[in-house]
T-cell receptor
Framework: NAGVTQTPKFQVLKTGQSMTLQCAQDMNHNSMYWYRQDPGMGLRLIYYSASEGTTDKGEVPNGYNVSRLNKREFSLRLESAAPSQTSVYFC???????????FGDGTRLSIL | QQQVKQSPQSLIVQKGGIPIINCAYENTAFDYFPWYQQFPGKGPALLIAIRPDVSEKKEGRFTISFNKSAKQFSLHIMDSQPGDSATYFCAASTKAAGNKLTFGGGTRVLVKP
């Protein structure tokens, strides 16, 4: 039972390049989330998907897009990467109306 | 605008000591307050959680104290061990807003042997 799987684990990009971060969960959860973690700022919500077919903006959505491909998969896309998007990105999932959120081990992204 | 403020940013204690981490929130609609533990290179994992209808909750060596009137809650790690060295995050959510978590800034705890 893998839980929440994120790929890749590490990535280095140049400014202006695009990239898609992948997330898949095998717990049959309805809701999925993308966070970014920066030192001293905790985790901040980028986008979330309350259920298959729906997505909504979180606290820091600018520069990102998401796709809820199916119930299992929720991807995060950077269309034109900027150095300010250097961060660790976490995907999480939860069954509707219950906690806790289950997190993946993150994607460490550096943008030069 | 940080809706959940966490302090201190870092903490060093000796083995057996009691690290205490404090969080304060602004949104009175929050109805779920979890604490997450994160080890280097890993994602956060739920440690313990509380709802505002109780003032204290214990799970093993971890205790949450909750003060609804002051809009504050804290985590105590009793008889701390070197294996407890990690970063701890408080968070808050409201079911009405889809259970989206708002996190504090995190506290790095180091327990010295």
């Amino acid at each position: 039972n893998a839980g929440v799987t994120q790929t890749p684990k590490f990535q280095v990009l140049k400014t202006g390049q695009s990239m898609t971060l992948q997330c898949a969960q095998d717990m049959n959860h309805n809701s999925m989330y993308w966070y970014r973690q920066d030192p001293g700022m905790g985790l901040r919500l980028i986008y979330y998907s309350a259920s298959e077919g729906t997505t909504d903006k979180g606290e820091v959505p600018n520069g990102y897009n998401v796709s809820r491909l199916n119930k299992r998969e929720f991807s995060l896309r950077l269309e034109s990467a900027a150095p300010s998007q250097t961060s660790v990105y976490f995907c999480a999932s939860v069954d509707s109306g219950t906690q806790p959120q289950h997190f993946g081990d993150g994607t460490r992204l550096s943008i030069l | 605008q940080q809706q959940v403020k966490q302090s201190p940013q870092s903490l060093i204690v000796q083995k057996g000591g009691i690290p205490i981490i404090n969080c304060a929130y602004e949104n009175t609609a929050f109805d779920y307050f979890p604490w997450y533990q994160q080890f280097p290179g890993k994602g956060p994992a739920l440690l313990i959680a509380i709802r505002p209808d109780v003032s204290e909750k214990k799970e093993g060596r971890f205790t949450i104290s909750f003060n609804k009137s002051a809009k504050q809650f804290s985590l105590h790690i009793m008889d701390s061990q070197p294996g407890d060295s990690a970063t701890y995050f408080c968070a808050a959510s409201t079911k009405a807003a889809g259970n989206k978590l708002t996190f504090g800034g995190g506290t790095r705890v180091l327990v010295k042997p």
